[in-house]
């Protein structure tokens, strides 16, 4: 397994002085008939439990992708949004069915 951080990423990490993320696949209820939606979602820090997870280091940043998600060649991990709505986001991951 590959990971890299786009540029923005990783002004955006250093600006907030952040040494971890952790990439991973949240199950939300939704309410309706459907009962859950899945999601991946990218968060600064380190995970709970890191025994469920692939860990790497990029650029000085460590990186844990949830063992679950199905990994489709290199993740990538991007900026989006700007100013104070701004987050991360990956390329290169898929829910599981």
Known sequence: MEVSLSPGARK???KLECGAI???L???ET???VGFAREVQVERGFPQRRGQYHRLEVDGVEVFVDQRLKVEGT???KKQGFWKLSGLYADGVRIPL
């Open 12 to 14: 955006y990490l250093r």
């Open 22 to 24: 952790a990439v991973r």
């Open 31 to 33: 309410g309706d008939s």
């Open 26 to 28: 949240v199950d939300m």
């Open 75 to 77: 993740v990538r991990i």
